[in-house]
Structure formats: structure tokens, C-alpha cells
């Protein structure tokens, strides 16, 4: 694999780290991985995405970051989208397990193919993702930090409860779709942010149309430009329960702030 325009310069040494890893063998926490995942996950995918896992001592972080090398040469599988239930479930119980502070480093900038699901049910961990993915990331995240270095699909922090999404790329439509909690950051977002959110603050430079559609509470603050508001908000003078707030340049534009 070569790394050339996978890593930017400001990623000097996670870019020495993973050249490093590439050049080793694989581990036997690798070997396992890349065992269970073709012998089990995908082979009884759906099922397996909520899967127990047992032996959960047998792999570390290089471990899990050198699984992520190997997923080129698996990307022709039917189910192969759906990896990132799989890393999801991995990372979760590494975390519970050993509490570390360290980040865990995905990285995806080396695949045609995106994947799903990353981060979902985020349990604390911070995970550091290189490079695109696909919808789903962290739904259903509870607590943590998640960093991405790329660009995302539809519905990233679905029913987000807590903790920090940073996007530094641009986001798919419905991002923080009953969201409950937490903070999100990305750099634009298509339409539909913060559909039906209830609790949470949301900072983007741009945004799409129908921004608030079904809010209940929570804040949008959007930094340049947009499209437009939710029609609905418009016609109606309110946002659900009439609690949340929109933000523009810093600016409360809904509900108007009375003078």
C-alpha cells in the first residue's frame, strides 16, 4: 500500500506510525482479527453485526489500525460496506475493556469502497478516522470523540446522545438527524441538518435547505452560508416545542430575538 496521498503533512507521525506498521507482519492480534472477520462477520452478516465478541483481550490499537490496511483486498464482498459495524464492535471493546486515552486510528483513505457505520455506539473511546465514510457514522454514539480527515455520508450523528463529532470535510444530508446530546462540527452540510433534533449544539460554515426541520431544542450555529430554513419553521413561527435556536454569523435568525 502506498501512502502518498493517503496522509497530509500535519499528520507527520501518525504518517511515520502507519508506514512503520505496514512493514511489519502480521501480528497475531491481526491474524485473529482478519480470522473472525472473514470466517464469521461476513460470512453471517446481518446477524453478526450484533455479535458478541469473547476473546477480547487478543488484539491491540496497531492491531485494529493494521486490520485497516488489509480491508482493500476485501472490497469486492456484497457485504463489504457494512464493515464498520464490525471495527465499531472491535473499538467498543477495546475501550471498555482498558479505558485508554489513546486514540484509535482508522484508516480508510486507501479504499474505493466506503464504509458504513464507523463509530456507531461510540462507548468514550476517541477514534481518529483517515479518510471518507460512509453514512451511519457514529449513531447511536453515547460518550467520546470521534475526528474525521474526509468527507461523510448521509445521517452521521443519528441519534447522537453525547460526546464530539469533527468532521473536517463536508457531510451528506440529515447530519444529526434525533440527535439528543453532544457537539458536531463539520465543514458544510447538504440539506435537512438538525431534522428532528432535540438536544445539542451543531457548528457548521455552511448548509443546505430545510436546515431545523422538526427541531425540538439544541442550537445550529452556522458560521458563512445557507439555502435555506425548514419551510415549516417558516410557516409555523415556531421549532417544535419552541426552545431551539438558530444561529447565523453569530446572530439569532430563528426565532427572531424580539428588540
Keep these: 500500500m502506498k501512502l502518498n496521498h493517503l496522509l497530509n503533512d ?3 507521525e501518525i504518517s511515520s506510525h502507519v508506514e512503520t506498521l505496514i512493514k511489519k507482519p502480521d501480528s497475531s492480534g491481526v491474524k485473529k482479527i482478519l480470522d473472525l472477520y472473514q470466517r464469521w462477520y461476513l460470512p453471517n452478516y446481518p446477524a453478526s453485526a450484533t455479535g458478541q465478541i469473547l476473546d477480547d483481550a487478543f488484539f491491540t490499537r ?3 489500525l ?3 490496511m488489509r480491508l482493500d483486498a476485501f472490497q469486492d464482498h456484497a457485504d463489504f460496506q457494512n464493515t464498520g459495524a464490525f471495527l465499531s464492535i472491535l473499538t467498543n471493546l477495546h475501550y471498555e475493556k482498558t479505558k485508554t486515552i489513546e486514540p484509535y486510528i482508522l484508516l480508510t483513505n486507501h479504499l474505493k469502497n466506503k464504509i458504513m457505520g464507523l463509530g456507531t455506539r461510540n462507548n468514550g473511546a476517541t477514534i481518529h478516522i ?3 465514510a460512509e453514512q451511519g457514522l457514529c449513531n447511536n454514539m453515547t460518550s467520546g470523540t470521534v475526528i474525521v480527515d474526509g468527507n461523510v455520508a448521509n445521517f452521521a450523528a443519528r441519534e447522537m446522545t453525547s460526546g464530539k463529532l469533527i468532521i473536517n470535510g463536508d ?6 438527524d434525533r440527535m439528543y446530546g453532544g457537539i458536531f462540527q463539520a465543514h458544510s452540510v447538504e440539506d435537512f441538518l438538525g431534522h428532528n433534533l432535540s438536544f445539542g449544539k451543531i457548528y457548521v460554515q455552511k448548509a443546505g435547505s430545510y436546515i431545523g426541520e422538526g427541531m425540538i431544542d439544541g ?3 452556522i458560521n458563512e452560508s445557507y439555502k435555506s430554513l425548514s419551510t415549516r419553521l417558516l410557516e409555523d413561527g415556531k421549532i417544535g416545542l419552541g426552545r431551539g435556536k ?3 454569523k453569530g446572530v439569532q435568525i430563528f ?3 424580539k428588540k
Design 255 to 257: 426565532p427572531e430575538e
Design 62 to 64: 496497531d492491531d485494529l
Design 66 to 68: 493494521q486490520f485497516c
Design 246 to 248: 438558530i444561529f447565523h
Design 130 to 132: 483517515l479518510g471518507d
Design 219 to 221: 442550537e445550529i450555529h
Design 10 to 12: 500535519e499528520y507527520s
Design 171 to 176: 457531510c451528506g444530508s440529515f447530519a444529526c
